[in-house]
């Protein structure tokens, strides 16, 4: 397996070089040579396969206890006093620099040796513009092949705004490239309907493939039926020129929506980062769900078709080539958060194929064939319970599972309630036996709580995967955490005074109100109810998790059989206590975590995530954290890995994140060995 | 502090065990152990109707009952809760076993209430006088 994936990956790249050799037509019809990973970090996910996989290798279990830091990088993005602010920051690193775009969008060029400032292009994005936090997972790259090797933006740093723009600046000067859209700048508002400031956001790095750049964007969750278009759009690299749009409710609208019209609203959206497939010309897409979350018996049936799908677009022309669905009729908020990673894998005759693995909520772990779509595994069938929905004929009698592997653990029973001391385990235990539970996949209730396992925040969200090629060993982060949640019947929603996000601003009512133990309260208007949403199911008073520790974990998998290589809890108790009271406890405990890790061909695991604000590196082979650095704040981002003058550099962003409560900062921090 | 060398000075050692500062502390924690068995034995008894585990209502009646012999400062209170914390141990390792996290709620918290017992073993007398 080991030598089948490396060979059947060098062929992959000869093929992607003779095809671009060849080609003298623009890169928006052909596969062109993509940058390699290395001293580079060239793309979002590390290789244009999102791999996450660094074949640096100074760094080893032997020497990594040596680390020190490099440098400390301020983006100068500071939260104004009420803002939400989840930075979430995964640079790329080019050459001799750093590129990234802070919380607000601000883009930055940064010495990858030292972290001083290039040259920095604000776009001015208001906080007004701020949806659930401010967040930029990612920039893109492109290098144009039809302008000339000294022309300004040869080479162009993309990124997609909260503010719905797509922005485009010169990788060397970061000066805005007057050949894109309007004067750098195109304006993803354009077909969507109504600005309202903060419902149509982009978070994710956009995906570039054959010259064309594809971006969807975040819907806040939960505010109307009526909500912006989950519509996907393909953006000429070089013109911003709209190349195509895929909108599932409108095939009309590929070429964008006629005066006054909008692209079909309230569609699946697409807020996770997508990953290129240059040599099929496909995009990959994780779809989400369409608004609203937790109510489906009006949904039309093409947002039930690609609901909580992979769908893979043709680069060319946005035409659905594909698509995998991981939840029927989703009324649990799994909306796909990871972006996919590509790999080789045996297919039906053994033989290698091009194939994506997707991670999901749930804790499913797909790999599915490039080409088609189809599972390179068996798909087993979970029972949908139907006891206590509002809507039992629009559940779905049976959803699909990875027989392959999943992250998903048995279901909850009492005696998993916790709490610090036999009062409030007790608490829990009485919520646990009030609420409605029948194990995986129970039903969204009005009549009383009930528990969803895992929650919306995962197994696998946004940190995604990360796959060692050569060795075949996949690594997942995962979360482990149940929500209560309960649907509010729409006169109690009016009486609490919960407010869509387009509610007068002068209004005295909150917009999303607070709960007991930390729950939000969505209108989710034009539904039959409103949703409360108790995330990691906080008891009452005291903000101690219901469920007992670990609520997170980190996992190595065999990529050849699927089975568990290494399983350990992820984070340690030190931040964390009743009442938000650190306990400064070094015990491991596994803690709930966002962003994900890097592998290393020196055979090591790098990974902040956790809210313990630790980053740690761990030995691949054992599971065992052979290092460990305290950030100034949150690490819930991915980190980098790169070589500048023959030493290797290991980059956490760790500025903090509002809803994992780890935070406010603007720090990247760098580390390598003592020279 | 003030008030036990007051009450020794008045009453000689064996009365200062059962009056002024112990007794304070024996009033203190019996009303700490009260307001705890309280909850747990409401709590407890919610949770039995509920279909639930039958450990917090009965950990509660030991509770109330402790507190009632602590404000007494009977012996018999540290009798009494020893019986209760060992069988709060027992049920714990039936329940999750050798789960450190799990056992953070069921021992803890008990363990504490032991230990404070036994803090003011002086003002507990082994039968009425």
């Known amino acids: 397996m080991t030598n089948t994936l490396r060979v059947s990956l060098l062929a992959a790249m000869a093929a992607a070089l003779t095809t671009s050799a060849f080609a003298q037509e623009p890169a928006v019809k052909h596969a062109a040579p993509q940058p390699e990973v290395g001293a580079d970090w060239p793309f979002y996910g590390g290789d244009e396969n999102a791999t996450r996989y660094s074949p640096l290798s100074q760094i080893t279990p032997e020497n990594v206890g040596k680390l020190e830091r490099a440098f400390v990088l301020h983006t100068g993005d500071m939260p104004s006093p009420n803002a939400r602010y989840s930075p979430e920051t995964t640079p790329l690193k080019v050459g001799r620099s750093l590129i990234m775009c802070s919380a607000k969008n601000v883009l930055i060029s940064a010495d990858a040796t030292n972290g001083k400032e290039n040259w920095r292009y604000d776009p001015g994005v208001p906080d007004a513009a701020i949806p659930h936090a401010a967040a930029c997972r990612g920039v893109a790259t492109y290098t144009a092949p039809e302008l000339a090797e000294d022309a300004a933006c040869k080479t162009r740093v993309i990124e997609a705004t909260l503010d719905a723009r797509l922005i485009a600046v010169d990788l060397k000067t970061g000066q805005p490239c007057q050949d894109f859209g309007t004067v750098g700048q195109v304006d993803l508002w354009n077909g969507i309907g109504k600005r309202v400031p903060g419902w149509y956001a982009v978070t994710a790095p956009p995906t570039v493939v054959r010259g064309v750049v594809v971006t969807g964007a975040q819907v806040k969750d939960g505010q109307d039926e009526d909500a912006p278009s989950g519509v996907m759009r393909g953006f000429n690299a070089v013109t911003g020129e709209l190349a195509w749009a895929w909108d599932m409710g409108n095939p009309a609208n590929k070429h964008g929506p006629a005066e006054g019209e909008t692209y079909t609203r309230g569609t699946p959206n697409n807020w996770a980062a997508g990953v290129a497939d240059e040599k099929l010309g496909l995009v990959y897409i994780p779809t989400g769900n369409s608004s609203i979350d937790y109510y489906g018996s009006n949904r039309k049936d093409y947002e039930a078709k690609y609901s909580t799908s992979l769908v893979a677009l043709d680069a060319a022309t946005g035409d659905v080539a594909w698509h995998f669905q991981t939840i029927r009729h989703d009324v649990w908020d799994y909306d796909l958060g990871s972006q996919g990673t590509l790999i080789d894998f045996p297919g039906p005759d053994g033989k290698p194929v091009p194939a994506i693995v997707l991670p999901t909520k749930q804790g499913d772990i797909y790999i599915l064939d490039r080409a088609t779509g189809k599972p390179l595994h068996g798909i087993g069938e979970a029972k949908g319970h139907k006891k206590g929905s509002v809507e039992p004929d629009f559940i779905a009698d049976t959803q699909p599972t990875s027989l392959w592997h999943t992250l998903r653990k048995e279901p909850l029973e009492e005696s998993d309630m916790w709490g610090f001391t036999p009062i409030d385990q007790m608490m829990c235990r009485i919520q646990f036996r009030s609420a409605n539970y029948e194990g995986y996949l129970t039903p969204p209730s009005a009549d009383k709580p009930w528990i969803q396992y895992p929650g919306y925040n995962g197994g696998s969200d946004w940190g995604s995967v990360a796959i060692d090629p050569v060795n075949g060993i996949l690594i997942a982060n995962y979360n482990d955490i149940p929500n209560l949640n309960q649907l509010i019947e729409r006169p109690v929603a009016e009486k609490m005074g919960v407010r869509p996000i387009y509610a007068p601003k002068t209004d005295a009512a909150p917009k999303s109100t607070g709960g007991e133990g930390g729950a939000s309260v969505y209108p989710q208007i034009n539904a039959p109810y409103a949703i409360k949403v108790n995330s990691g199911w906080r008891n009452w008073g005291t903000g101690v998790p219901c469920s007992a520790p670990p609520y997170g974990g980190i996992r190595a998998v065999d990529m050849k059989t699927g089975k568990t290589l290494w399983d350990e809890p992820l984070g340690t108790a030190r931040r964390n206590g009743p009442f938000g009271i650190p306990s400064y406890l070094p015990f491991t405990i596994g803690l709930p975590n966002n962003g994900g890790s890097v592998v290393t061909a020196g055979g090591l695991i790098f990974i902040g995530a956790a809210t313990d604000n630790l980053f740690r590196a761990i030995n691949i082979k054992t599971g065992e954290v052979l290092w460990q650095d305290v950030l100034p704040n949150g690490g819930q981002a991915n980190p980098i890995t790169y070589e500048v003058d023959g030493q290797q550099y290991v980059l956490m962003a760790a500025s903090g994140h509002a809803f994992m409560e780890t935070g406010r900062g603007d720090e990247l921090v760098a580390y390598r060995l003592p020279k | ?129």
């Open chain 2, 1 to 129: 502090m003030t008030l036990t060398r007051n009450a020794a000075f008045a009453d000689g050692p064996a009365a200062a065990r059962r009056g002024g500062g112990w007794r304070l502390a024996a009033i203190l924690l019996s009303i700490v152990l009260a307001l705890f068995g309280i909850v747990l034995f409401g709590g407890g008894i919610w949770l039995i109707a509920l279909g639930g585990s039958w450990y917090y209502g009965l950990a509660g009646a030991g509770l109330l009952a402790t507190a009632y012999l602590v404000l007494r400062q009977r012996m018999a209170a540290l009798q009494l809760y020893l019986v209760v914390w060992v069988l709060t141990v027992v049920w714990a390792f039936w329940e999750v076993g050798l789960n450190f996290w799990a056992q953070v709620p069921r021992l803890v918290a008990p363990t504490v209430v032991l230990v404070l017992i036994l803090a003011i073993l002086p003002a507990l007398r082994p039968r009425r006088t």
